[in-house]
């Protein structure tokens, strides 16, 4: 009889144990992604001290696909997307899918930093199946005239205004929603 109570007890002690567990598993949760946040706002920021606020730099510029691109005449139409990243990027990897993704909607194009001769950057592009228009910055001059210090980085722009920015890596509704935020 004593036996059946203990048992008894044990279980109940176990069920109040799990909603304890639980509610400070979600607190931490909830805490760790605001430092995460808190952390990652930190970062951009830094990174991004040397980008352009406001007026953007004039950008005409000849991609890999044969076009000449006026991307300040292009943000006066529609907000403009740029993506400056690296065939040797590993966080790239990850962030232009997602711009070759949003290109299908969106003014985008791309500056690839450091990242070899055009045949050879083609070939990448080729490779990974990215259409988005491609300008080879391969001694970093664009990267310089933009003040871009860190791969991955998102510009977009609006009016000839530089309204957006962000470094390192983005997610897919993150960077549709700094466009959206652009229109």
């Known amino acids: 009889m004593k036996q059946g109570k203990t048992e008894k007890t044990e279980a109940n002690n176990k069920e109040s144990r ?55 005449a292009m943000s006066y139409e529609k907000p403009v997307l740029i993506y400056f990243w690296a065939s040797w990027c590993s966080i790239c990897r990850f962030v232009s899918p997602t ?42 001059v664009i990267a310089r005239q933009w003040g871009i210090s860190a791969t991955p980085t998102v510009v977009m722009v609006k009016n000839g205004q530089v309204v957006s920015s962000t470094t390192g890596i983005s997610t897919p509704p993150g960077i549709w929603l700094r466009m959206q935020l652009a229109r």
């Open 99 to 140: 711009v070759n993704w949003m290109s299908n909607d969106y003014q985008v194009v791309s500056v690839a930093l450091s990242s070899g001769e055009n045949a050879r950057l083609a070939g990448y592009l080729k490779h990974h199946e990215y259409d988005f228009p491609t300008v080879n910055d391969n001694k970093g």
């Open 18 to 72: 799990k909603p304890g567990r639980l509610k400070r598993w979600t607190r931490e949760a909830i805490f760790m992604a605001v430092i995460f946040t808190a952390v990652s706002v930190a970062m951009d920021l830094w990174r991004g001290q040397e980008i352009p606020d406001g007026e953007m730099p004039e950008m005409v510029v000849s991609t890999l696909q044969g076009e000449t691109l006026d991307v300040k």
